[in-house]
């Protein structure tokens, strides 16, 4: 029994939900439509016709392929680092009852809650304490603290929703806990830890925040497009962001297709849907 | 065996304990620590224990504080007005375009937020053809600008955090028992007063999630006032940054730091109190 006012508020909302996507996008576009601005001049603020000579020299820029590299080396070695340590830790929290768990929870959960500002000024204000200097170390290190806690939820949740019998069973037929790790635990909460991993790869590529507080001379991709955006941002970052882009898309299929492969195999696991 | 036992979670715990706790725990305590230094830069800080940086630092900067939280307030609502519809649909009505509405909603973000906020400079710029057709259709007078304006700085911050309002609302509306709105009009309910009684009593800790998850990062943010706004839209992150990198002042800078750190704190724990331990426990699982 619909009515003309169901009818107009179903399209209302879908008028609404269109519109708030293009909004979304909006920067998106003019990034990626500034990419082939024919530029004069150090600015990229207006449309002055369409090249392709920045995707031609995408790194023509002093210093943005450096940037780049920087970024891209940080990323990956955080990754790493906050896959394996939020993994264990969430394994820890999920499958053992111990003394501290709730406080350990907190620790887990609250620079997840902590504004960027603060983040990034207290672990300055530390290092400036104990006279560390601050590099590409502290960056690293900044970036594993607050990726951890991402990693440590999504691998989380993944854990949570997985049948205990079938590890019970493995070590019931004579697996020792570590085959049993390797085996049942790890192969089947892979498709959480493949989205942890992208999620801090995403944040720690982007961060901006916490780096710049903790750089020193150091330059990141994001570091460098800020410092350029005093004098006007060269469209080669249009064009790196554009390719960044492109390649976090091909990525996300990947986990996507990785995701779909692993729901078939829990389906062929346990037939009846819970 | 069983002190084996025993030892196993702390040995998974271990390295991303250690990693927190010097590296984010014991920081965050250091600022009180660092704040009650005097001193400058070139000739050292002396731990002077001047407990009147605080009632100082605020009075200083009361202008930014309140800023801050009226410019992070009004992005959340904004945020919520958005997300809120948008939410909806993808849960209810986006049928099999529903994993695409999502992937669209968060792809924008894979792109670096200083690009992303660059590129709306590029759009409001004074000589931009935004500006221009406003100016043209009278929405602003001549010589209007939008950038360095209060309206830009909220509006890039609600563009900043929009989605970490839609993926909370999202997952409490998806997971709702649309029986129970049935029933509701099936009771002789009216469709308001069914989402009004029931979907959004149910969405509760979606929105709860939803809002501080905004709010608390919009609170810290300086990269809209920075690059959208003057110094007269200069919010307390702006001056947190200023002071420990460019003045190096930094008693002052981790004074205020941990100012925004306990008004979150209290924040947080007000919002628990007023919705309850549970759905804060319920929104943040």
Same mark, same amino acid.
């Given at each position: 029994?619909?009515?003309?006012?169901?009818?107009?508020?179903?399209?209302?909302?879908?008028?609404?939900?269109?519109?708030?996507?293009?909004?979304? !996008?909006?920067?998106?576009? +003019?990034?990626?439509?500034?990419?082939?601005?024919?530029?004069?001049?150090?600015?990229?603020?207006?449309?002055?016709? !369409?090249?392709?000579?920045?995707?031609?020299?995408?790194?023509?820029?002093?210093?943005?392929?450096?940037?780049?590299?920087?970024?891209?080396?940080?990323?990956?070695?955080?990754?790493?680092?906050?896959?394996?340590?939020?993994?264990?830790?969430?394994?820890?929290?999920?499958?053992?009852?111990?003394?501290?768990?709730?406080?350990?929870? /907190?620790?887990?959960?609250?620079?997840?809650?902590?504004?960027?500002?603060?983040?990034?000024?207290?672990?300055?204000g530390?290092?400036l304490t104990?006279?560390?200097?601050?590099?590409?170390?502290?960056?690293?290190?900044?970036?594993?603290?607050?990726?951890?806690? !991402? $990693?440590? $939820?999504? +691998?989380?949740?993944?854990?949570?929703?997985?049948?205990?019998?079938?590890?019970?069973?493995?070590?019931?037929?004579?697996?020792?806990?570590?085959?049993?790790?390797?085996?049942?635990?790890?192969?089947?909460?892979?498709?959480?830890?493949?989205? /942890?991993?992208?999620?801090?790869?995403?944040?720690?590529?982007?961060?901006?925040?916490?780096?710049?507080?903790? /750089?020193?001379?150091?330059?990141?991709?994001?570091?460098?497009?800020?410092?350029?955006?005093?004098?006007?941002?060269?469209?080669?970052?249009? +064009?790196?962001?554009?390719?960044?882009?492109?390649?976090?898309?091909?990525?996300?299929?990947?986990?996507?297709?990785?995701?779909?492969?692993?729901?078939?195999?829990?389906?062929?696991?346990?037939?009846?849907?819970? | 065996?069983?002190?084996?036992?025993?030892?196993?979670?702390?040995?998974? @715990?271990?390295?991303?304990?250690?990693?927190?706790?010097?590296? %984010?725990?014991? *920081?965050?305590?250091t600022q009180l620590w660092v704040s009650l230094q005097?001193?400058?830069?070139?000739?050292?800080f002396?731990?002077?224990?001047?407990?009147?940086?605080?009632?100082?630092?605020?009075?200083?900067?009361?202008?930014?504080?309140?800023?801050?939280?009226?410019?992070?307030?009004?992005?959340?609502?904004?945020?919520?007005?958005?997300?809120?519809?948008?939410? %909806?649909?993808?849960?209810?009505?986006?049928?099999?375009?529903?994993?695409?509405?999502? @992937?669209?909603?968060?792809?924008?973000?894979?792109?670096?937020?200083?690009?992303?906020?660059?590129?709306?400079?590029?759009?409001?710029?004074?000589?931009?053809?935004?500006?221009?057709?406003?100016?043209?259709?009278?929405?602003?007078?001549?010589?209007?600008?939008?950038?360095?304006?209060?309206?830009?700085?909220?509006?890039?911050?609600?563009?900043?955090?929009?989605?970490?309002?839609?993926?909370?609302? %999202?997952?409490?509306?998806?997971?709702?028992?649309?029986?129970?709105?049935?029933?509701?009009?099936?009771?002789?309910?009216?469709?308001?007063?069914?989402?009004?009684?029931?979907?959004? *009593?149910?969405?509760? *800790?979606?929105?709860?999630?939803?809002?501080?998850?905004?709010?608390? *990062?919009?609170?810290?943010?300086?990269?809209?006032?920075?690059?959208?706004?003057?110094?007269?839209?200069?919010?307390?992150?702006?001056?947190?940054?200023?002071?420990?990198?460019?003045?190096?002042?930094y008693p002052?800078?981790a004074?205020?730091?941990?100012?925004?750190?306990?008004?979150?704190?209290?924040?947080?724990?007000?919002?628990?109190?007023?919705?309850?331990?549970?759905?804060?426990?319920?929104?943040?699982?």
């Open positions: 029994m619909r009515t003309t006012g169901d009818r107009v508020r179903d399209i209302t909302i879908r008028v609404w939900a269109i519109a708030a996507v293009i909004f979304l !996008f909006v920067p998106i576009f +003019v990034v990626i439509l500034f990419s082939f601005n024919d530029n004069q001049g150090r600015f990229n603020f207006t449309w002055q016709g !369409f090249t392709l000579r920045h995707w031609e020299h995408p790194f023509a820029v002093e210093g943005l392929g450096e940037a780049l590299t920087n970024s891209l080396v940080i990323a990956a070695l955080t990754t790493v680092i906050a896959v394996v340590f939020g993994t264990l830790m969430a394994l820890a929290l999920v499958r053992h009852r111990f003394r501290g768990r709730g406080a350990t929870s /907190a620790l887990v959960f609250l620079p997840l809650a902590t504004p960027e500002v603060v983040l990034g000024a207290a672990l300055l530390w290092f104990i006279s560390v200097s601050t590099g590409f170390v502290t960056i690293l290190i900044a970036h594993v603290m607050f990726t951890l806690g !991402f $990693v440590v $939820v999504t +691998v989380r949740a993944r854990l949570e929703g997985m049948d205990l019998h079938i590890e019970e069973a493995a070590q019931d037929l004579g697996a020792g806990a570590i085959t049993t790790l390797r085996k049942v635990t790890l192969p089947m909460i892979a498709p959480g830890v493949a989205s /942890a991993g992208l999620l801090a790869f995403a944040i720690s590529i982007d961060d901006f925040v916490v780096t710049n507080f903790n /750089a020193g001379q150091t330059i990141t991709f994001p570091l460098f497009v800020y410092g350029a955006s005093r004098q006007g941002v060269p469209p080669q970052v249009n +064009v790196l962001a554009t390719a960044l882009l492109v390649i976090v898309i091909a990525l996300m299929f990947v986990v996507l297709a990785f995701q779909r492969r692993a729901a078939r195999a829990d389906a062929a696991v346990a037939p009846e849907p819970a | 065996m069983r002190r084996r036992r025993a030892l196993m979670p702390l040995a998974l @715990l271990a390295p991303g304990l250690v990693w927190l706790l010097v590296f %984010y725990a014991i *920081p965050v305590v005097t001193g400058n830069a070139d000739d050292g002396a731990q002077t224990w001047h407990w009147g940086i605080y009632p100082d630092v605020v009075s200083e900067y009361e202008d930014q504080l309140w800023r801050s939280l009226g410019y992070a307030a009004s992005a959340t609502v904004l945020c919520l007005i958005i997300a809120f519809p948008l939410s %909806y649909f993808i849960a209810f009505k986006a049928g099999r375009w529903k994993n695409l509405f999502l @992937l669209l909603v968060i792809l924008p973000f894979f792109t670096s937020l200083i690009v992303r906020t660059v590129a709306w400079q590029t759009l409001l710029t004074d000589d931009g053809w935004v500006v221009h057709t406003m100016i043209d259709v009278g929405l602003l007078p001549e010589n209007g600008r939008l950038l360095a304006t209060r309206t830009a700085v909220i509006a890039g911050i609600t563009y900043n955090f929009l989605p970490f309002m839609v993926l909370p609302l %999202y997952a409490s509306l998806e997971r709702l028992d649309r029986r129970l709105i049935e029933a509701a009009t099936d009771l002789y309910s009216s469709r308001w007063s069914a989402f009004r009684r029931v979907t959004l *009593p149910l969405a509760g *800790p979606g929105i709860f999630a939803g809002v501080l998850l905004t709010f608390i *990062p919009a609170l810290g943010d300086y990269i809209n006032a920075q690059l959208l706004g003057s110094s007269q839209q200069y919010m307390i992150g702006n001056v947190i940054q200023g002071q420990y990198l460019v003045v190096r002042d002052t800078a004074a205020l730091s941990f100012v925004l750190m306990v008004v979150i704190l209290v924040f947080i724990g007000g919002a628990a109190k007023l919705v309850g331990g549970r759905t804060l426990r319920e929104a943040t699982a």
